[in-house]
């Protein structure tokens, strides 16, 4: 079972293949839980604390502003831990304010440079590329071994 | 800035979205209290929400797919349900999240047809999709378009 990076980190679709194919998928929602679930100070509404953006500093130097590093520290340790990866090039629903769009390039280019399995795709615009997608995804999934 | 008490701490969180011309939200919500314990089932337009201890939850949604695999989509959800923080009773408009929900919910029935059809095609007949890495070419189509909208 291989721990597998989804992009977009929300993205249901791919959640819901990577686990189907008996692997792990690594999305924000594992990373928000982690710090919804630990007591600390109340920071609403994603208890991010002005700790975050400190160590956002491992992977985005200190002139990147605030928001990027904050947000890298939700999807950095992930990004390290990350065996394999799945990125959808057109996921326009991952646009959002600059700090999104920022990390969301800085999340590309970290998983372009590592060393691990990456599958691109875009997103099916019908019934056959939908066939096409699944199965480029289970291939990809299928060869990385591990539990089916 | 005060304390902060983590509820439902050490428990994880799931959505079940159906997109099925069969099951419906209310089904599932039935199926999932019959077969659920010590579990919380929350029933919402495009789906469930459960939370529980990971291999309760786990096996809930395992036995849930199988009423409608292909049209059964399952991912995990960082907030427990109805948290004031997220709930869209408490803050008003759509869920922050749903609006990328339902953006993939245009996709997912050709997903559904993918995953309907590999169980009768053969897997390695499949061609590959289109690589977005690839270098594209500007078809003539393509330029022919671009020329009109220029004209026009």
């Known amino acids: 079972m291989a721990k597998v990076f989804i992009y977009p980190a929300t993205s249901l679709i791919l959640s819901d293949l990577v686990s189907r194919y008996g692997h792990t998928p690594l999305s924000s929602a594992v990373a928000v839980r982690e710090r919804i679930q630990t007591a600390g100070l109340e920071s609403p509404p994603l208890q991010i604390t002005p700790e975050e953006p400190k160590k956002g500093l491992r992977w985005a130097a200190v002139e990147v502003p605030a928001g990027v590093r904050g947000r890298m520290a939700l999807y950095g340790p992930q990004i390290e831990a990350a065996e394999a990866a799945i990125i959808i090039n057109d996921a326009d629903l991952s646009f959002g304010c600059m700090g999104c769009a920022r990390t969301n390039e800085l999340v590309k280019y970290l998983l372009r440079q590592k060393d691990i399995p990456k599958l691109d795709l875009y997103y099916p615009k019908s019934e056959e590329e939908g066939v096409r997608f699944v199965a480029a995804i289970k291939r990809f999934l299928d060869g990385l071994g591990g539990k089916q | ?152």
């Open chain 2, 1 to 152: 800035m005060t304390d902060y008490t983590p509820v439902h701490a050490g428990t994880v969180t799931k959505y079940v979205v159906v997109e099925s011309f069969d099951i419906t939200p209310a089904d599932l919500g039935i199926r999932a209290y019959e077969i659920s314990k010590d579990t919380m089932v929350k029933e919402t337009c495009f789906g469930l929400v459960i939370n529980g201890k990971e291999e309760e939850v786990n096996r809930v949604v395992a036995e849930l797919r199988k009423i409608d695999p292909d049209h059964i989509f399952v991912k995990d959800r960082g907030f427990p349900p109805g948290d004031p923080r997220r709930c869209r009773a408490n803050i008003g408009g759509a869920r922050p999240g749903y609006h990328g929900m339902e953006n993939e919910m245009t996709v997912i029935p050709y997903v559904s047809h993918g995953l309907e059809a590999l169980k009768t095609r053969d897997i390695a007949s499949v061609p590959p999709p289109e690589n977005p890495l690839d270098h594209r070419e500007l078809g003539i189509a393509r330029l022919k378009k671009l020329i009109e909208a220029q004209e026009s």
